[in-house]
């Protein structure tokens, strides 16, 4: 049995290994299938470190990771950095989610130890990560987990650092999740962003910055991430009128009159405790980290709407009807070459949070 799963190439590179390399540089590596070819760090598999069984199948997604979501496992900065210890903290991770929260399995997709190995969490996280194919439901960050790939790192990372030697390989297999998955720097969050919690502390949470430029010095592009404003009761215009769609989506019955009263407040307040973010009232980073979702050409519903009903604010014209075609896909493209973003045509949170500035 193997004992450290070294990535391999996958059947889909494998099959598209004969492009030429010309027309391969024209493209982006996702779509050429060299994304698969990359190498990553080694990754030991649920075998290598004796996972019990997933006590229900696990649920592999029909989509991509949109982002990566970066933790701390709130467990003693070790000294003990062998590869036994790590099998051992992935063992003890497995037997808590299961034997204490009652999921089907480890939390997160991947981990990385003191040590700096890395090791797989949920079962098939591998697999799909080496195949560059939709990853598994996982249960590590509420709101996020059909969307995000989340990394545990061992430690507390409250007050002091990660390791170099940790550090390094976070950044060693954040940069290879980007390339399998197309994702891009920016889209590394840590789980604060996103729920009511300390994780992964103040120190590793500081460092976010820092491996999302390191990540963005191997893969490319901008490392800034998304900056949302903060909205609250008394606000009035169209930024609240698309903090009021992207709620009803969600399942609130407000009207989208772009005023921020009572209503708005108790709909946020709502939202924040089904995602058990901080349940403030306010819209603020946890809210629209959780309330935007990229919207593409094909896609309809509330949030196409906020999307082009912010175009309109932004001096670009659009329709506000809630279905994404062709004139939402070339507003969206010259909102993008004005603001200095790719001119990708997709309304991710870097578009979105730059329609809302
Ligand atoms: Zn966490």
């Not at 299938?33 to 290598?48: H, V």
């Not at 502390?201 to 999302?212: E, K, S, T």
């Not at 490319?220 to 169209?238: E, K, M």
């Not at 050409?297 to 279905?323: S, Y």
């Amino acid at each position: 049995m193997t004992s450290v799963n070294e990535p391999t190439p996958s059947r889909r590179s494998l099959l598209t290994g004969g492009l030429a390399l010309g027309a391969a540089a024209a493209l982006p590596l996702w779509a050429t299938g060299q994304a698969q070819a990359a190498t990553g760090p080694s990754i030991a598999d649920t075998t290598a470190w004796g996972a019990r069984p997933a006590s229900s199948p696990v649920r592999v997604l029909s989509t991509p990771p949109q982002k990566i979501i970066v933790h701390h496992t709130d467990t003693p900065n070790t000294t003990d950095y062998s590869q036994a210890q790590a099998f051992g903290l992935a063992r003890s991770m497995q037997n808590w989610a299961m034997d204490e929260r009652h999921w089907i399995d480890t939390g997160q997709h991947f981990t990385v130890s003191r040590g700096a190995y890395v090791l797989e969490g949920r079962h098939s996280s591998l697999v799909a990560l080496q195949g560059g194919t939709p990853s598994v439901e996982s249960a590590h960050c509420t709101g996020q987990n059909t969307v995000a790939i989340g990394i545990e790192n061992e430690g507390t990372y409250s007050t002091v650092d990660p390791r170099s030697e940790q550090y390094a390989k976070l950044v060693e297999l954040c940069t290879y999740i980007c390339r399998q998955y197309g994702l891009r720097a920016y889209q590394i969050y840590g789980h604060r962003d996103f729920n009511a919690t300390e994780c992964p502390g103040d120190r590793l949470y500081a460092m976010l910055p820092q491996l999302r430029r390191d990540v963005a010095a191997r893969i490319g592009g901008d490392p800034t991430a998304p900056v949302w404003p903060l909205l609250h009761n008394g606000d009035s215009g169209d930024r609240v009128r698309a903090l009021q769609y992207l709620l009803v989506r969600r399942g609130a019955t407000i009207t989208a009159d772009g005023s921020f009263g009572p209503a708005t407040e108790q709909a946020v307040r709502d939202f924040q405790t089904l995602v058990t973010a901080t349940s403030d009232g306010y819209a603020g980073n946890q809210t629209w980290h959780q309330l935007a979702v990229p919207v593409r050409q094909g896609d309809t519903g509330e949030a196409v709407k906020a999307v082009q009903l912010l175009l309109t604010a932004k001096g670009v014209p659009t329709g506000v009807d809630g279905v994404f075609g062709a004139g939402t896909l070339a507003s969206v493209a010259t909102f993008q070459n004005t603001a200095g973003l790719p001119a990708d045509g997709l309304a991710d949170a870097r578009t979105f949070s730059r329609l809302l500035a």
